[in-house]
């Protein structure tokens, strides 16, 4: 059964995972646990219950702002002109052995999800991704974000649109 952790560098074999993109394996094994013991981002994996050092897939997410100059006229007319809080979420990636069978998006959609939940406590207009070329890109585009004015690899998804219209949550029904 897969089950999503937060990184536990005892249970979960970091130096293991490959994803094909270098810097993301990096980041696991040599980044992540300092990051999140400094509250810089918080890391969630996705295993298999059966063996679960071993790591399918993870994600990072870290309170942030955006600056409503980045998001597109329409979106900005409802905006202030000062920063508006957000999430982010850094770092998506999948076990190179395991992409195509839906883990991305299970992650995505467990990374919104956490995002609903988290703003009913603490205010945040939007999910942020910084996607690390045109193919993530796209897969973000997929599941209704939408490209900032810039930087044009970092892409949103206002956190009200996605509930309401559910477009990454019921993607995952
Ligand atoms: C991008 C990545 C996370 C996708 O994960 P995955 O598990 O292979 O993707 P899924 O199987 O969950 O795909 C889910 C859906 O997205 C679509 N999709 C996958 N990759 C896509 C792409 N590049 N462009 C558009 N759609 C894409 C699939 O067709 C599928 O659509 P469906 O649900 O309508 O059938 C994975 O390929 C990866 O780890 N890439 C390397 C690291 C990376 O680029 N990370 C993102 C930026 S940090």
């Known amino acids: 059964m897969l089950e999503e952790h937060r990184l536990d560098s005892k249970v979960h074999d970091c130096a293991a995972f490959d994803c094909g993109t270098p810097v993301l394996n990096e980041y696991l094994a040599r980044f992540a646990t300092q990051h999140r013991r400094r509250g810089i981002a918080q890391i969630y994996v996705l295993v298999d219950s059966s063996l679960p050092s071993a790591v399918l897939g993870y994600d990072t997410l870290s309170a942030a702002e955006v600056h409503t100059a980045q998001i597109t006229d329409a979106d900005r007319q409802r905006l202030p002109r000062f ?3 957000c999430f982010r979420m850094g770092r998506l990636a999948i076990r190179k052995d395991h992409k195509g069978r839906g883990l991305g ?3 995505l959609g467990l990374a919104v999800d956490r995002c609903l939940r988290a703003k ?3 205010a945040a207009y939007a999910l942020i ?3 690390k070329g045109e193919r993530s890109k796209s897969f973000y585009e997929h599941f209704g974000f939408t490209p900032c004015t810039d930087p044009p690899l970092t892409l949103y998804l206002p956190l009200g649109r996605s509930f309401e219209s559910g477009c990454v949550l019921r993607s995952l029904a």
């Open 105 to 107: 998006k299970l992650l």
């Open 129 to 131: 991704v910084d996607a």
């Open 83 to 85: 920063p508006v809080p």
């Open 120 to 122: 009913e406590e603490v």
